[in-house]
């Protein structure tokens, strides 16, 4: 099975309030669809959908959206806030309705850093017209920032950048990738992270790399939940 087959459409309600929510005589919903994509991937014959926190997070409904299919997620999210990062463990039955991509042991999601450099192009790809555009970037950085709160610390991430045939593909119409967070970055594939949330006017793209969600899933495989990143 191959990545892109894998990859399936988001859809959940964002939840806004109009003044604190724990002021329940006041409090007013105030509720946005939000459009992003996810991975479903099957590991040691568990089904998960890896996705971003900032896409999810506010969210009391979260619908996975195929073609003639939409599929409510109840099941309890692993947010990661720090990475921008959500990982929800799906009921067996999902395998009868989506595609995924399997892996038959964590460590086939490694790949080696040093293979990465600002030549190499990636592939990725967004919702566009109820279909797909196929668009490819350079990775041209690893380094360790904030993901989209000053309030959290410095992590790794790598950053990239659309390569000048994909800004012309788009038209230099950099919106055209909102409600692509989540999509994954891959080559040959084989996944090296997901989107954020972060994507600049001049093409620049944060990614949450795959290393850091190995890391997770290993823990929730491991022990059945996660506890959270530790700092070192």
Not at 12 to 26: G, V
Not at 60 to 65: G, Y
Not at 202 to 216: N, S
Request: hydrophobic share 40%.
């Amino acid at each position: 099975m191959s990545i892109v087959d894998a990859i399936q459409k988001i859809e959940s309600n964002e939840i806004q309030y109009d003044t604190f929510p724990w002021n329940k005589q006041k409090t007013r919903k105030i509720q946005h669809i939000l459009l992003s994509l996810g991975t479903i991937i099957k590991l040691y014959d568990k089904y998960f959908l890896i996705c971003n926190y900032h896409s999810i997070n506010y969210s009391d409904n979260i619908f996975l959206i195929g073609d003639d299919t939409k599929y409510t997620i109840t099941n309890n999210k692993i947010i990661i806030p720090e990475i921008d990062l959500a990982i929800i463990q799906l009921d067996e039955e999902i395998s009868n309705i989506y595609d995924m991509i399997e892996y038959s042991h964590i460590d086939k999601l490694d790949i080696n850093i040093k293979d990465i450099n600002n030549k190499v192009i990636f592939d990725f790809i967004i919702p566009f017209n109820d279909m797909y555009m196929s668009l490819q970037c350079n990775i041209i950085q690893f380094t360790k920032k904030r993901y989209n709160n000053i309030c959290f610390p410095d992590m790794p991430m790598f950053i990239a950048k659309l390569t000048k045939e994909s800004i012309k593909k788009i038209e230099n119409n950099i919106n055209l990738l909102h409600g692509a967070s989540g999509t994954p970055i891959y080559k040959n594939n084989k996944i090296y992270g997901i989107l954020s949330g972060e994507i600049n006017d001049d093409g620049t793209l944060i990614l949450t790399p795959i290393f850091m969600i190995k890391r997770v899933l290993n823990e929730i495989i491991t022990t059945g939940k996660f506890n959270g990143l530790c700092k070192s």
